[in-house]
């Protein structure tokens, strides 16, 4: 059975957002096939796409698991549902919001899964997070690391540090 990285991005505005995106995490950190490795800080993020929304709370974790991306997709899937996740409109006010930034160093190109997640490296409020307890890894499609990444960004959105985890993930 294959153990894979994963760096899952968690995103909320509706509610209370930070206690939505701890909540995610709990819920990740327990599901079966899956140990948490790492949590990011959470950040009060400016939203992208519709600017008349709420901010955003955002945070990543770093996870090993041995479930396949499917089985991962359909988890995540399980646990947004759980918690009131409503698909309405693209880019739109979400309660939860889990998407898989990386699987690995594998590059998986369907309808209903992209990864490393095609937008990530545009968006400053992955990037922070991502980068506090990931800076080290290489994006498998640009060979960069998302350090480097980070500091390539061209996204003017800002970015605030409102909370550390209780373990405070690698660096």
Known sequence: MRSVVCHIGIGSNLGDALENCKSAV???????????????????????????????????????????????????????????????????????????????????????????????????FVLEPLNEIASYFIHPVYGVSVRGLKERLDDNKSVWLIERPVTQGRH
Do not use: C, W
């Open 26 to 124: 709990e819920k990740i950190s327990r599901t079966d096939f899956v140990s948490l490795i790492a949590s990011s800080s959470f950040y009060k993020t400016d939203p992208v796409g519709d600017e008349r929304q709420n901010y955003f709370i955002n945070a990543v974790v770093e996870i090993m698991t041995t479930l396949s991306a499917e089985e991962l997709l359909k988890a995540l899937q399980k646990i947004e549902a759980g918690m009131g996740r409503k698909r309405t409109i693209k880019g739109g006010p979400r309660v939860i919001d889990l998407d898989i930034l990386f699987y690995g160093q594998d590059i998986i190109k369907r309808n209903d899964l992209s990864v490393p997640h095609p937008e990530m490296h545009k968006r400053r």
